[in-house]
């Protein structure tokens, strides 16, 4: 099988052909292309992956072509992984600042930032999708570029169910949440749903038996884990779920929202001038072999261990603990999502695909995270009990939010966008959507359709 990397000089590429490395069954991808708008970053990217595979010391190693050229890099292509930054690190920051200066959240996939970057993006994605449907028309799309939920939306109009959107957020907290349970992640069942980056895990199902009832009566395993001590074992049991981590920016937006304006770097600020030493570093052409790996090994553990580190201020939990450093595991997700369609081997996944009915609060064509059934037909979400109303409330407040995004990246209505930011959540005036509007499209080149 033949995949293609799109953004495949992210810096989290690696974590994907790791994954690749420890696939030996007959039919696993044996090519991989790299494609990038930045030849730098594609060329540093293609040195770790090389390192990668000397250390692995496989002999069957995936071969690693690397293009700037989006139309070669899709020809054959069976799978399409979709990881792509518009405006970059640089862009991020941006948000984050913009925002924060209005006194409000600017997280890359939560609020005003999440609507700024999702502007940018979807007139991208849905350029993308039509180039797959014209040279790769066979090929499946694995789209983990933020705001996961819009972006697999937009891309969806153009690729239908052939589009499928995976976040490495649900997949963390069930792992944790199995474990302290006892039991295996692979045997649990995690009743799980909303949308990317807003879903709550309701129950968790061991040998038929719901145990998420036991631990959300004791309070010293409810803190003992990442989201347990982000939230509160009053608020979790108050709820009677485990919310998705990124929920706290909700629950708590204000305490949020302090602790960022009062930090002395934002996190894209933090990523951008960490990644800038990182592609430097690995882009030496005397850098000795194995030398790139190491630099990745060294900067992916500092950025991991800073994740959400000002939402664990506000909790008051310091750092993070050992068993939280884990990679959420969305490599291992798009691995086993492409081992089920491409084999068949029937798998059940927590995606983002398109409703059909799942949830009756939304329409048929919104995309949803919820427990999928995975074949060689694709993916088919599980039906699920209805949400409770404070979260039927905030699914379809920021669902109507993701559908002005998608109008006014296609009409290019600059009304509509104020209407994206004014109607969010979390910010709190028509007046101050309209200053991040005219804030954001003074920043960024890529708003510039908008009028």
């Known amino acids: 099988m033949r995949l293609t990397i799109l953004g495949g000089g992210g810096f989290r590429v690696p974590l994907v052909y790791g994954a690749l490395l420890g696939d030996h069954a007959e039919g696993r991808v044996s090519h991989v292309t790299l494609y990038d708008e930045d030849s730098g970053r594609l060329g540093a990217m293609a040195r770790v992956l090389a390192d990668q595979a000397a250390a692995s010391g496989a002999v069957d190693a995936p071969a690693v072509t690397a293009t700037t050229d989006l139309d070669e890099a899709l020809r054959g292509a069976d799978f399409v992984f979709s990881a792509i930054r518009v405006g970059g690190l640089e862009g991020r920051a941006a948000d984050e600042r913009i925002a924060l200066a209005e006194g409000v959240l600017g997280q890359e996939t939560v609020g005003a930032g999440g609507i700024a970057y999702g502007l940018r993006t979807v007139p991208v994605a849905r350029e993308i999708a039509r180039r797959v449907a014209r040279i790769a028309p066979d090929a499946w799309v694995i789209n983990f570029t933020n705001p996961a939920g819009v972006v697999t939306e937009a891309m969806a109009e153009e690729l239908g169910d052939r589009v499928i959107g995976i976040c490495d957020s649900p997949v963390g907290l069930g792992r944790r949440i199995a474990r302290l349970l006892g039991a295996r992640p692979e045997e649990a069942w995690i ?21 998420l009832p036991r631990l959300l009566a004791d309070t010293r395993a409810l803190e003992s884990f990442e989201e347990g001590r982000l939230f509160g074992a009053e608020w979790l049991r108050s709820l009677g779920a485990i919310p998705n981590e990124y929920l706290h920016y909700y629950y ?127 993916a088919h979400p599980v039906a699920v009990d209805p949400l409770p109303l404070h979260a039927v ?31 969010h959540p979390l910010v709190d005036s028509v007046g101050v959507a309209r200053r ?16």
Request: with cysteine; glycine share 10%; aromatic share 6%.
């Open 191 to 211: 009743d799980y749903v909303g949308l990317n980056h807003l879903g709550w895990v309701r129950g968790l199902r061991i040998g038929g038996r719901d145990e």
């Open 252 to 378: 708590f937006n204000r305490d949020t929202v302090r602790a960022y304006q009062e930090v002395k770097q934002t996190r894209g600020a933090f990523l951008r001038d960490q990644q800038r030493g990182f592609y430097a570093e690995a882009g030496r052409p005397d850098l000795a072999a194995g030398a790139a790996l190491s630099a990745w090994d060294r900067t992916r553990a500092e950025r991991e261990a800073t994740y959400m580190a000002e939402n664990r201020e506000v909790a008051g939990v310091g750092e993070r603990d050992e068993s939280d450093l884990e990679s959420g595991g969305y490599e291992k997700v798009a691995l086993a999502l492409m081992r089920a369609v491409a084999r068949d081997e029937r798998a059940t996944l927590i995606l983002n695909v398109r409703n059909r009915g799942t949830l009756a609060a939304l329409d048929a064509e919104a995309v949803i995270e919820v427990p999928c059934l995975v074949d060689a037909n694709g």
């Open 393 to 423: 409330g905030l699914v379809t407040s920021v669902k109507a939010v993701e559908r002005e995004v998608l109008e006014a990246a296609a009409s290019g209505s600059r009304a509509s966008a104020v209407k994206a930011f004014a109607l």
């Open 436 to 451: 991040l509007m005219d804030g954001y499209a003074a920043e960024h080149r890529g708003l510039g359709y908008l009028r």
